[in-house]
């Protein structure tokens, strides 16, 4: 599998979160270049290139980030890709259901780019989501 | 010195009778020499005066003069010196008129005046020249002290025949002025002599006679006053009775007569006088005497002992109470030394003791001892003072002596005593001092070593059921001992009597009370006297104090009364001991429990939050799920479903939508009820527009008053919290006032003291106030959700902050009419209300 033109490395346990936010942001414009994970582990093998993904060289341009994940938690797998040298410019958002004031000061004193209340009802997390897309990939400039 | 008057007049006399005895020398002389019989003679008929004898008279004079004037260097020298040659003279004389060989000394003592033979005069007569012997030897002797009375006689022999010779010129018998060859005296050589024994006799101021004139009282008026007085009216009698005679008024028998009867009279009346005065000083005597009876008597009747002695120590007098004092009856110990009152060793302090009274000074209340006839040593206080002479020489002391041995005892006791409150005082400071059994006892022992001496010593504790014990510490010579803490059976033990009896058990002698279990163990130790002593705590013997000594008989009863009430004192120690052990075990008790608990209450906290962290994450997962895949199904299905299906995908949208604020608020009220309150001082009327600011939709409405008042006070608090707090309070008011035509909103504060009620009040529906109780509960609603929507969790969070400040809250509503919410903060706070 070829993940050269993946953009935006969506990691998400819950699918149906998972597909409305493909769906947020395919409404944004944002169509073929997502790639989703459904733990944490799962995103650090296909950021550091292990296990699956062990021919993937290929990184995200933005990636989206759930707090609550089986295996390695969100908090812990931000840990790792502010440690290492091939991701700590990647921007990280973390989109997650928790509003805890803890999770929030824990994950910016991560490194986090961007935390993101999911919103509940449909509207507000349709706009939220595609607006993350547009302004990351779009707006928003990273180191080559 | 002999500075008083009585000296005065002697020495005056003195130098009168050595004037005028000189004076007549020069007069007989210049009679002598001019041939003047009526200076030699006075009368023709009479013997003419010799004039060696005149020139006698002189140097006698002299004599007399220069021995008063002992200050002038050498006068006493010449005074002897004249005197000597006085003697030479009348010795010569003497031997002439003895042996009859003549040595004409008259001639060459006067070759001038006897150069003509006719004018040879009269030899000195035997007599005269024997006065003359014994007056230069009284002369020459200078009143010297020795042997006084022997120089009256010496001065004696010229003042008698020249008063006989004057007798006889007086009455014209010429048998006493002239006898013989030997005895020859013409009157003025009789006057001369009679003034210059006179003077010579006043030298010699220790005889009896002297004395007379110069003491006080009635022999000195009889003396002084009388005797010149009588003598010269004897002979004016005389004189007058001859000039009459002479004269022809009448015959000398008829003279004489006269003069006898005249001198009966004055005789008469002098005795009459003198008896008039001695009846007086009678009655001043007895009067004196009976003075000196009561003085007497008190001195005798008095305990005390009150004697006299003599600057060399010789007792003078004794009272009964000396003889009480000292065991001496009075007989035998006048005449003795004091220093058979003197223990050895005090001499000392006598020696300096009487130096001070030799020096006129009293002394006062001296404390010393002194031995007894029996060799008893007693304790006394003596005031000794200095007994003075008429001349105020000090010749003896005086002094009074008691008996302090009871005064010494009982003041021992008051020390003891003293002592006793100073050792209870220590102990009672050690006591609350320490609640470590151990170290009481340890100071306590410490203490007690110093005032009564034991051996061994022990704290000795029973069981709860009181028929078993422990020595619990024991104390040897004052060193704690190690005891292996084994349990002993009272039965049969002297512990035993005293839990019978309860009183402190005394063995003056070992085994003297009989023989208990552990006697022989005693014996065996070497102890032969011991005490114990009960620990009582309200009349219950909680142990015993015990003491024991090596010596048989070693305490005596102020020691028994010290640890009487020393034991007291331990039984307070071990109670208050007892007590703390107890409460310490107690709050180690607590402690743990404490620890415990937290440790419980911080699972149960963990626990909560992990809770709360998955209700936020995971129940809303699924809602936004529901409500996203129904909205999905309105935008990409829209057309194709009929108006009921389009409703019912709406009903489940807005049920999601309120699940998810439900859950919102939960998790809000959640995180507060676990959030620290972070104090300071809050701002309140900014609070307050800010949390209206939060409210804006409310706000623009021209229909709603709301009433800030200017006057809030500020209080301190959590900012955060209190907002929500008005948040909260803010909503309520505007939403249940919504129905109302005109919504009235109040918002304010009063203070009280520190603390501060701060109110919002509205116009709106009210509430039953029967449904109080239900009000602040979670998810408790009052209205039905189609007149007001809501969660139930406001008022809820609004109690749970306040109560986090510490301050309460309250409201008050009628139906229909409207409500008021209070609540309170303080002005000023410290610290912040852990998490409940």
Same mark, same amino acid.
């Given at each position: 599998?070829?993940?050269?033109?993946?953009?935006?490395?969506?990691?998400?346990?819950?699918?149906?979160?998972?597909e409305?936010?493909?769906?947020?942001?395919?409404?944004?414009?944002?169509?073929n270049?997502?790639h989703t994970?459904?733990?944490?582990?799962?995103?650090?093998d296909?950021?550091?290139?292990?296990?699956?993904?062990l021919?993937?060289d290929?990184k995200?341009?933005?990636?989206?980030?759930?707090?609550?994940l089986?295996?390695v938690?969100?908090?812990?797998?931000?840990?790792?890709?502010?440690?290492?040298?091939?991701?700590?410019?990647?921007?990280?958002?973390?989109?997650?259901?928790s509003?805890?004031?803890?999770?929030?000061?824990?994950?910016?004193?991560l490194?986090?780019?961007?935390?993101?209340?999911?919103?509940?009802?449909?509207?507000?997390?349709m706009?939220?989501?595609?607006?993350?897309?547009?302004?990351?990939?779009?707006?928003?400039?990273?180191?080559? | 010195m002999k500075?008083n008057?009585?000296?005065?007049?002697?020495?005056?006399?003195?130098?009168s009778?050595?004037?005028?005895?000189?004076?007549?020398?020069?007069?007989?002389l210049i009679?002598?020499?001019?041939?003047?019989?009526i200076l030699?003679?006075?009368?023709?008929?009479?013997?003419?005066?010799?004039?060696?004898?005149?020139?006698?008279?002189?140097?006698?004079?002299?004599?007399?003069?220069?021995?008063?004037?002992?200050?002038?260097?050498?006068a006493?020298?010449i005074?002897?010196?004249?005197?000597?040659?006085?003697?030479?003279?009348?010795l010569?004389?003497?031997?002439?008129?003895?042996t009859?060989?003549?040595?004409?000394?008259?001639?060459?003592?006067?070759?001038v005046?006897?150069?003509?033979?006719?004018?040879?005069?009269?030899?000195?007569?035997?007599v005269?020249?024997?006065?003359f012997?014994?007056?230069?030897?009284a002369?020459?002797?200078?009143?010297?002290?020795?042997?006084?009375?022997?120089?009256?006689?010496?001065?004696?022999?010229p003042?008698?025949?020249?008063?006989?010779?004057i007798?006889g010129?007086?009455?014209?018998?010429?048998?006493?002025?002239?006898?013989?060859?030997?005895?020859?005296?013409?009157?003025?050589?009789?006057?001369?002599?009679?003034?210059?024994?006179?003077?010579?006799?006043?030298?010699?101021?220790?005889?009896?006679?002297?004395?007379?004139?110069?003491?006080?009282?009635?022999?000195?008026?009889?003396?002084?006053?009388f005797?010149?007085?009588?003598?010269?009216?004897?002979?004016?009698?005389?004189?007058?009775?001859?000039l009459?005679?002479?004269?022809?008024?009448?015959?000398?028998? !008829?003279?004489?007569?006269?003069?006898?009867?005249a001198?009966?009279?004055?005789?008469?009346g002098?005795?009459?006088?003198?008896?008039?005065t001695?009846q007086?000083?009678d009655?001043?005597?007895?009067?004196?005497?009976?003075?000196n009876?009561?003085?007497?008597?008190?001195?005798?009747?008095?305990?005390?002992?009150?004697?006299?002695?003599?600057?060399?120590?010789?007792i003078?007098?004794?009272?009964?109470?000396?003889?009480?004092?000292?065991?001496?009856?009075?007989?035998?110990?006048?005449?003795?030394?004091?220093?058979?009152?003197?223990?050895?060793g005090?001499m000392k302090?006598?020696?300096?003791?009487?130096?001070?009274?030799?020096?006129?000074?009293?002394?006062?209340?001296?404390?010393?001892?002194?031995?007894?006839?029996?060799?008893?040593?007693?304790?006394?206080?003596?005031?000794?003072?200095?007994?003075?002479?008429?001349?105020?020489?000090?010749?003896?002391?005086?002094?009074?002596?008691?008996?302090?041995t009871?005064?010494?005892?009982?003041?021992?006791?008051?020390?003891?005593?003293?002592?006793?409150?100073?050792?209870?005082?220590?102990?009672?400071?050690?006591?609350?001092s320490?609640?470590?059994?151990?170290?009481?006892?340890?100071?306590?022992?410490?203490?007690?070593?110093?005032?009564?001496?034991?051996?061994?010593?022990?704290?000795?504790?029973?069981?709860?059921?009181?028929?078993?014990?422990?020595?619990?510490?024991?104390?040897s010579?004052?060193t704690?001992?190690?005891?292996?803490?084994?349990?002993?059976?009272v039965?049969?033990?002297a512990?035993?009597?005293?839990?019978k009896?309860?009183?402190?058990?005394?063995?003056?002698?070992?085994?003297e009370?009989?023989?208990?279990?552990?006697?022989?163990?005693?014996?065996?130790?070497?102890?032969?006297?011991?005490?114990?002593?009960?620990?009582k705590?309200?009349?219950?013997?909680?142990?015993?104090?015990?003491?024991?000594?090596i010596?048989?008989?070693?305490?005596?009863?102020?020691?028994?009364?010290?640890?009487?009430?020393?034991?007291?004192?331990?039984?307070?120690?071990?109670?208050?001991?007892?007590l703390?052990?107890?409460?310490k075990?107690?709050?180690?008790e607590?402690?743990?429990?404490?620890?415990?608990?937290?440790w419980?209450?911080?699972?149960?906290?963990?626990e909560?939050?992990?809770?709360?962290?998955?209700?936020?994450?995971?129940?809303?997962?699924?809602?936004?799920?529901?409500?996203?895949?129904?909205?999905?199904?309105?935008?990409?299905?829209?057309?194709?479903?009929?108006?009921e299906a389009?409703?019912?995908?709406?009903?489940?949208?807005?049920?999601?939508?309120k699940m998810?604020?439900l859950?919102?608020?939960?998790?809000?009220?959640?995180?507060?009820?676990?959030?620290?309150?972070?104090?300071?001082?809050?701002?309140?009327?900014?609070?307050?527009?800010?949390?209206?600011?939060?409210?804006?939709?409310?706000?623009?409405?021209?229909?709603i008053?709301?009433?800030i008042?200017?006057?809030?006070?500020?209080?301190?608090?959590?900012?955060?919290?209190?907002?929500?707090?008005?948040v909260?309070?803010?909503?309520?008011?505007?939403?249940?006032?919504?129905?109302?035509?005109?919504?009235?909103?109040?918002?304010?504060?009063?203070e009280?003291?520190?603390?501060?009620?701060?109110?919002v009040?509205?116009?709106?529906?009210?509430?039953?106030?029967?449904?109080?109780?239900?009000? !602040?509960?979670?998810?408790?609603?009052?209205?039905?959700?189609?007149?007001?929507?809501?969660?139930?969790?406001?008022?809820?969070l609004?109690?749970?902050?306040?109560q986090k400040?510490?301050?309460?809250?309250?409201?008050?509503?009628?139906?229909?009419?409207?409500?008021? !919410?209070?609540?309170?903060?303080?002005?000023?706070?410290?610290?912040?209300?852990?998490?409940?």
């Amino acid at each position: 599998m070829n993940y050269s033109d993946i953009e935006i490395l969506l990691v998400e346990d819950n699918p149906h979160d998972a597909e409305l936010t493909r769906r947020a942001l395919k409404k944004g414009k944002i169509t073929n270049n997502i790639h989703t994970v459904t733990d944490g582990e799962e995103a650090l093998d296909y950021l550091f290139s292990r296990g699956e993904y062990l021919n993937n060289d290929a990184k995200p341009k933005v990636i989206l980030l759930d707090l609550k994940l089986p295996k390695v938690n969100g908090l812990q797998v931000l840990k790792e890709i502010r440690c290492s040298e091939l991701t700590r410019n990647i921007p990280v958002v973390v989109l997650t259901s928790s509003n805890e004031e803890k999770d929030i000061v824990e994950s910016y004193k991560l490194g986090v780019n961007s935390y993101i209340v999911k919103p509940v009802e449909f509207e507000g997390f349709m706009k939220a989501v595609s607006e993350i897309g547009l302004y990351w990939l779009l707006l928003n400039k990273i180191p080559v | 010195m002999k500075n008083n008057i009585h000296n005065k007049e002697a020495s005056i006399l003195i130098l009168s009778s050595a004037a005028l005895t000189t004076l007549s020398g020069f007069i007989i002389l210049i009679g002598l020499f001019f041939h003047l019989t009526i200076l030699t003679r006075g009368n023709s008929g009479f013997i003419s005066v010799a004039p060696n004898t005149a020139i006698c008279f002189i140097l006698c004079g002299f004599s007399l003069y220069l021995n008063t004037k002992t200050e002038i260097l050498k006068a006493l020298t010449i005074s002897k010196i004249f005197s000597a040659i006085v003697f030479s003279v009348g010795l010569l004389t003497f031997f002439e008129l003895i042996t009859g060989i003549n040595f004409n000394i008259d001639r060459w003592l006067l070759p001038v005046l006897f150069n003509n033979e006719q004018n040879n005069p009269n030899n000195m007569a035997g007599v005269t020249a024997l006065n003359f012997i014994l007056i230069s030897i009284a002369l020459y002797f200078n009143g010297s002290k020795k042997s006084n009375n022997l120089f009256l006689i010496i001065i004696a022999l010229p003042l008698i025949d020249s008063l006989i010779a004057i007798a006889g010129y007086l009455y014209d018998v010429s048998s006493l002025y002239s006898f013989g060859s030997f005895y020859k005296l013409s009157y003025y050589t009789a006057g001369v002599f009679l003034i210059l024994s006179t003077g010579v006799l006043f030298l010699y101021e220790d005889t009896i006679i002297i004395k007379l004139f110069k003491s006080d009282g009635i022999s000195r008026i009889l003396i002084r006053k009388f005797a010149p007085f009588f003598i010269l009216l004897i002979i004016i009698m005389r004189v007058l009775t001859m000039l009459g005679s002479s004269e022809g008024f009448y015959t000398p028998v !008829f003279g004489d007569a006269l003069e006898i009867i005249a001198n009966i009279l004055i005789l008469t009346g002098f005795i009459f006088w003198n008896a008039y005065t001695l009846q007086k000083l009678d009655t001043e005597l007895g009067s004196s005497l009976k003075q000196n009876q009561l003085l007497a008597s008190i001195v005798e009747s008095t305990t005390d002992a009150i004697t006299s002695k003599t600057l060399d120590g010789i007792i003078t007098s004794w009272n009964e109470g000396s003889e009480k004092l000292y065991g001496y009856r009075r007989e035998e110990i006048i005449g003795k030394s004091i220093s058979l009152l003197i223990p050895t060793g005090k001499m000392k302090d006598y020696e300096l003791m009487m130096e001070k009274v030799r020096n006129g000074m009293c002394i006062n209340y001296h404390e010393t001892i002194r031995k007894k006839k029996n060799g008893d040593i007693v304790n006394v206080s003596i005031n000794v003072s200095p007994i003075k002479d008429s001349q105020g020489r000090v010749s003896g002391a005086s002094s009074i002596a008691r008996d302090i041995t009871e005064q010494k005892i009982s003041r021992q006791k008051l020390k003891n005593y003293n002592e006793q409150l100073q050792i209870l005082n220590r102990l009672a400071k050690i006591i609350s001092s320490s609640l470590e059994i151990e170290n009481i006892f340890d100071s306590f022992i410490e203490e007690l070593g110093r005032r009564i001496p034991f051996d061994r010593t022990s704290l000795i504790l029973l069981n709860n059921n009181r028929n078993e014990y422990i020595v619990d510490r024991m104390w040897s010579s004052y060193t704690p001992i190690l005891t292996a803490k084994q349990r002993r059976s009272v039965k049969n033990s002297a512990f035993e009597i005293i839990l019978k009896n309860g009183l402190p058990f005394i063995e003056r002698n070992l085994g003297e009370k009989g023989e208990f279990n552990e006697t022989g163990e005693l014996r065996k130790e070497g102890i032969k006297s011991r005490i114990i002593f009960p620990l009582k705590i309200q009349d219950e013997i909680i142990g015993f104090f015990t003491q024991a000594s090596i010596q048989p008989n070693t305490y005596k009863q102020d020691d028994i009364d010290l640890l009487v009430s020393l034991s007291d004192f331990l039984s307070i120690a071990v109670q208050n001991s007892n007590l703390y052990e107890k409460i310490k075990k107690m709050n180690e008790e607590l402690e743990q429990r404490v620890i415990a608990r937290t440790w419980e209450l911080e699972e149960a906290n963990k626990e909560l939050e992990a809770f709360a962290y998955s209700v936020s994450h995971d129940l809303k997962a699924p809602l936004r799920a529901i409500d996203g895949f129904a909205k999905v199904l309105i935008e990409d299905y829209g057309d194709q479903l009929d108006i009921e299906a389009s409703r019912v995908l709406n009903i489940i949208i807005q049920n999601s939508q309120k699940m998810s604020k439900l859950i919102n608020d939960l998790l809000a009220f959640s995180r507060t009820s676990r959030r620290e309150v972070s104090l300071s001082k809050l701002n309140i009327n900014e609070i307050i527009y800010s949390a209206l600011a939060q409210l804006c939709s409310y706000t623009d409405d021209e229909d709603i008053e709301i009433d800030i008042k200017d006057d809030i006070p500020d209080a301190t608090g959590d900012k955060n919290m209190v907002q929500l707090v008005y948040v909260n309070l803010l909503s309520n008011a505007l939403k249940f006032s919504s129905t109302r035509e005109k919504q009235k909103i109040e918002v304010g504060a009063c203070e009280k003291g520190n603390e501060i009620v701060y109110y919002v009040k509205d116009n709106g529906v009210g509430f039953n106030m029967k449904y109080y109780d239900k009000l !602040f509960g979670v998810f408790q609603r009052l209205h039905s959700e189609d007149e007001f929507e809501g969660t139930g969790v406001g008022l809820a969070l609004v109690q749970k902050i306040i109560q986090k400040h510490g301050g309460k809250v309250w409201a008050e509503s009628k139906l229909n009419k409207g409500t008021a !919410f209070y609540f309170t903060l303080e002005k000023e706070r410290e610290y912040s209300y852990e998490l409940q």
